[in-house]
């Protein structure tokens, strides 16, 4: 008759029996949406079960089948144990094998994807014996060539969430240990240990390159598509369009090769050349704008002043386009710099570059602003030290530069102008030297300042006598304005019309002073004087505007009232 078991040994069976059962629960809860093909032989998870047998809380969590706390207790080991190699590499194992039983079913979800994540990242990172390096590496080597694949086939169906999943996790694997660590750490999986990651470093690097050159090669199939190119307008000879949308999904999440991303690049700037020489510029603007995702993406990859390698001509040739439908000239001269920062070869780029330098130098002179306009020059000479134009603007800018100040004067005089303020201009311009090469705008609004307040005051004297209420005003002090005026006319066309005006206002001058002597309670004897002065202001008059036929009549009229011969 058998012996019946110790109650030693039931206590250890159903011990054993218990820490299964957690085990099996708690990985029901760690992949729930593709559990194992069968159960799980009792013991090959011994460091789980070390886990679960250590932790009374998480073990009463599992038994109670409480999911929330079953969350919480595990995270709490995980985050105490994120050195513990075994417990890591046996996760590493679980992780692997439900993510490919799931691919294996044709599982295209998410968990797939981000157990498949977490394996990578553990399998990478975990330190494994020297002897153990090429079995390590042929895992590693299979998990990173199914995150290409799958990123690609993700990506193709218009999944971007999952194929950037596979792409950082691509990412961390060529970049290392910290990497690894922050992605696991995002994945809910906190590791705090370190190998020599430099296999999977160089896996990685060959399964990104793999995606890229396929979807590369499938891009440039379009490109060159007969039945497509055929459809395309006149003088656009590739199918640019097509072919750079392929590229785009994989450039957007950030993809860090720069083949894909200057082939991208050129294409555009194809494209562009095509929609320059076919006037577009609205068509133009449209393909620089889709060019910045490769552009901006491309420029973290690349160093300036390399201009023999074919991603810096790509980057220059974009700004240079971009220089060419900005806006103004400061954004211009910031694109073609840009362009000439990648390469310093790009000759349209510097040719554009001196030219929007010297006329936005032009602008800021025209403000007066002419220190700022030097600068302008003599940033353009560094460009084209030899080029005539910019010589001769830095020369006159030179000149200019120094009288900046009378500039202001002169910017002055003009607002008081327009203001009738004409005692204020005439005040200011006396300033200005007749040595300076603003001499001759200086002269013409004193000009127009002396014949200004001339006809101003004039007109107020003549409506004053028209209205009776006070005849006989003297219009000395316009007349001497008008005299002034004409003195500093240089025109022809300045002369007559100052001529014109002195005459008008000689002519109203001498009626004027002739009523004043005819009026009732006039001085006897004052009409004879009046009338002599008033016939020598009319010949002035005369001799001033042959055409003034008033004078001419008035003076008849004065002599024959007051019997002058």
């Given amino acids: 008759m058998a012996k019946a078991p110790s109650g030693r040994l039931i206590d250890e069976l159903a011990h054993g029996l218990e820490l299964h059962t957690c085990v099996e629960r708690l990985l029901e809860h760690l992949f729930p949406r593709h559990p194992a093909d069968e159960?799980?032989?009792?013991?090959?998870?011994?460091?789980?079960?070390?886990?679960?047998?250590?932790?009374?809380?998480?073990?009463?969590?599992?038994?109670?089948?409480?999911?929330?706390?079953?969350?919480?207790?595990?995270?709490?080991?995980?985050?105490?144990?994120?050195?513990?190699?075994?417990?890591?590499?046996?996760?590493?194992?679980?992780?692997?094998?439900?993510?490919?039983?799931?691919?294996?079913?044709?599982?295209d979800g998410e968990g797939a994807d981000t157990d498949l994540a977490v394996a990578t990242c553990l399998w990478a990172l975990l330190p494994v014996p020297?002897?153990?390096?090429?079995?390590?590496?042929?895992?590693?080597?299979?998990?990173?060539?199914?995150?290409?694949?799958?990123?690609?086939?993700?990506?193709?169906?218009?999944?971007?969430?999952?194929?950037?999943l596979h792409l950082r996790c691509l990412e961390a694997c060529r970049s290392g240990p910290a990497a690894l660590t922050?992605?696991?750490?995002?994945?809910?999986?906190?590791?705090?240990?370190?190998?020599?990651?430099?296999?999977?470093?160089?896996?990685?690097?060959?399964?990104?390159?793999?995606?890229?050159?396929?979807?590369?090669?499938?891009?440039?199939?379009?490109?060159?598509?007969?039945?497509?190119?055929?459809?395309?307008?006149?003088?656009?000879?590739?199918?640019?369009?097509?072919?750079?949308?392929?590229?785009?999904?994989?450039?957007?999440?950030?993809?860090?090769?720069p083949g894909l991303l200057s082939t991208g690049l050129g294409w555009h700037n194809d494209w562009c050349y095509c929609l320059y020489s076919r006037k577009d510029a609205g068509g133009l603007r449209r393909v620089l704008g889709s060019a910045r995702q490769f552009a901006d993406r491309l420029a973290p990859h690349c160093v300036p002043d390399r201009g023999h390698l074919p991603e810096n001509r790509a980057l220059s040739v974009h700004h240079l386009f971009r220089g060419v439908v900005a806006d103004g000239d400061p954004d211009c001269i910031a694109a073609y710099e840009e362009a000439l920062r990648w390469n310093r070869d790009n000759d349209n780029a510097a040719e554009l570059l001196v030219q929007s330098r010297l006329r936005h130098g032009d602008a800021l002179a025209g403000q007066g602003r002419f220190a700022a306009a030097l600068a302008e020059g003599e940033a353009a000479r560094r460009i084209?030290?030899?080029?005539?134009?910019?010589?001769?603007?830095?020369?006159?800018?030179?000149?200019?530069?120094?009288?900046?100040?009378?500039?202001?004067?002169?910017?002055?005089?003009?607002?008081?102008?327009?203001?009738q303020h004409y005692d204020r201009v005439l005040r200011d311009l006396e300033a200005i030297p007749p040595a300076s090469r603003f001499h001759a705008t200086a002269r013409k609004l004193r000009l127009?300042?002396?014949?200004?307040?001339?006809?101003?005051?004039?007109?107020?004297?003549?409506?004053?006598?028209?209205?009776?209420?006070?005849?006989?005003?003297?219009?000395?002090?316009a007349v001497t304005d008008l005299r002034q005026a004409l003195a500093l006319a240089d025109s022809a066309d300045d002369r007559a019309f100052v001529a014109r005006s002195l005459s008008g206002v000689l002519n109203a001058w001498a009626v004027n002073q002739v009523e004043a002597a005819m009026a009732p309670g006039s001085a006897p004897g004052r009409l004879p004087i009046a009338a002599y002065e008033a016939v020598a202001l009319l010949h002035e008059a005369i001799d001033l505007d042959p055409g003034n036929s008033a004078a001419r009549g008035n003076l008849d009229d004065i002599k024959r009232v007051a019997g002058i011969t």
Avoid: K
Avoid at 245 to 252: I, Y
Avoid at 395 to 419: C, K, Q
């Fill in 448 to 477: 127009e300042a002396h014949l200004g307040r001339g006809m101003a005051y004039a007109n107020t004297v003549i409506g004053a006598s028209d209205r009776g209420s006070v005849r006989g005003m003297s219009l000395e002090p």
């Fill in 39 to 107: 159960p799980e032989r009792a013991g090959r998870h011994r460091p789980l079960e070390a886990v679960v047998e250590a932790e009374p809380a998480l073990r009463e969590a599992l038994l109670d089948q409480d999911r929330p706390a079953i969350t919480r207790r595990w995270r709490r080991c995980l985050a105490a144990r994120a050195a513990d190699v075994p417990l890591l590499h046996d996760l590493a194992v679980l992780y692997r094998e439900r993510a490919l039983a799931e691919i294996a079913r044709g599982g």
């Fill in 384 to 419: 084209a030290p030899a080029d005539p134009n910019v010589t001769a603007f830095i020369r006159d800018m030179t000149g200019y530069a120094a009288e900046e100040g009378t500039f202001g004067v002169l910017r002055d005089a003009r607002r008081n102008l327009e203001s």
């Fill in 130 to 164: 020297a002897e153990h390096a090429a079995a390590r590496d042929q895992v590693t080597g299979e998990l990173v060539g199914l995150h290409a694949a799958r990123g690609a086939h993700a990506l193709a169906a218009g999944r971007s969430d999952a194929a950037r």
């Fill in 182 to 257: 922050a992605l696991l750490a995002d994945l809910g999986v906190p590791a705090a240990v370190t190998a020599d990651t430099s296999g999977p470093q160089r896996q990685a690097d060959a399964a990104l390159d793999r995606w890229c050159t396929d979807l590369v090669d499938r891009a440039r199939a379009r490109l060159t598509d007969p039945e497509a190119i055929a459809r395309l307008p006149e003088g656009v000879p590739e199918d640019y369009e097509n072919a750079i949308a392929t590229l785009a999904p994989l450039a957007r999440l950030d993809v860090p090769n």
